[in-house]
């Protein structure tokens, strides 16, 4: 039986996955982490109180006594590692708190698994030879490709905004610890996510959200920018298939396939709404292009072969399909399905 530590359940990914492997695993014991900072929600994870195998905590990764004590009460040995702060605009305002978060959070994480795990670097106990920790990153760490190519796993790392940046550092971090004491650490860097539970400060949810209230759609530039769309639950399988599945010390990048300009998205969301909750016009009618983000990344792309080869995964929902199920989802949270 697996005893896992999941940080930043409360949030999009985390709470996605959370439920996925509650139920898939009832063997497993899950205990919960999250702060419940504004980009997290208590009732995205409310109904797992259900379960008997799942314990939420409120708490902060960067908070070493408590982490401490949640490794050495429960004998935690699986850490899969969503907390983060994500948004880009507020990294650009306010950077100090991304490198708190992402910087700080992961080592202090990486330094207690340590301490409870290992008798000396190279030397681990007995009972935790099959320890997992599991940091869930992004691709934006790799920077912006132009009109061609893909990440791999072998890209350099060229981050761009202090939220990659700072994810870079972490990513760094968990690599350290794999050389340096011999942790059984895996990282996963995955392309643009979207799906149930996402904050609405991100494109998907804020788009639906504006549009039924009636407010600008904003889009960055011309909407030239292109990002690679992953449905959260096709996350949630690759996730499980590296905890089982993958080797330690390697990276495994997750993506869709899924290349769509930022216009084009917008524009596919609008006319599924003028079907789903139609008015006298458009919703297209709605979109207004806004002052370009500072340092704003042209084109994510990744090349998902290494995960789909080594460990036989690959998305399993096409895109239209799981797009009309996330605004279906949508128009039930905003009272409008």
Not at 127 to 145: A, M, Q, W
Not at 264 to 275: K, P, S, Y
């Amino acid at each position: 039986m697996r005893k896992i530590l999941v940080t930043g359940g409360a949030g999009f990914i985390g709470a996605n996955f959370l439920k996925y492997i509650i139920e898939k695993y009832p063997e497993y014991f899950v205990i919960n982490i999250d702060n419940l900072t504004y980009a997290s929600d208590y009732s995205n994870i409310q109904k797992l109180e259900q379960y008997k195998n799942y314990k939420f905590l409120k708490a902060n990764i960067c908070d070493q006594d408590i982490i401490e004590k949640v490794m050495i009460e429960n004998e935690i040995d699986t850490i899969i590692h969503f907390a983060a702060e994500s948004h880009v605009d507020n990294s650009i305002e306010n950077p100090f708190i991304f490198a708190e978060t992402n910087i700080m959070g992961t080592l202090n994480l990486l330094q207690q698994a340590y301490k409870e795990w290992f008798i000396k670097p190279f030397e681990i106990k007995e009972k935790y030879r099959n320890s997992r920790f599991i940091h869930i990153s992004t691709d934006e760490v790799y920077g912006t490709l132009g009109e061609e190519g893909y990440f791999t796993e072998d890209s350099k790392y060229l981050p761009n905004s202090p939220y990659s940046a700072s994810k870079a550092a972490s990513d760094l971090l968990v690599r350290s610890y794999y050389h340096t004491y011999g942790m059984n650490v895996i990282t996963t860097n995955c392309s643009n996510n979207f799906g149930p539970f996402q904050n609405k400060e991100k494109l998907i949810p804020k788009i639906i959200y504006n549009a039924l209230k009636g407010l600008d759609l904003p889009i960055y530039g011309e909407g030239d920018n292109v990002r690679d769309w992953l449905f959260v639950i096709d996350h949630c399988t690759a996730i499980n298939a590296v905890l089982h599945q993958g080797k330690v010390g390697e990276t495994y990048l997750i993506g869709g396939h899924n290349e769509k300009k930022n216009l084009h998205l917008v524009h596919t969301i609008c006319d599924i709404l003028d079907e789903r909750v139609p008015k006298d016009v458009s919703y297209r009618n709605q979109i207004k292009f806004v002052a370009d983000r500072f340092g704003h990344d042209y084109r994510y792309a990744i090349d998902p072969a290494k995960i789909q080869r080594e460990l036989n995964w690959k998305p399993q929902i096409a895109f239209e399909k799981a797009l009309e199920e996330t605004i279906d989802w949508y128009l039930i949270k905003y009272n409008e399905g």
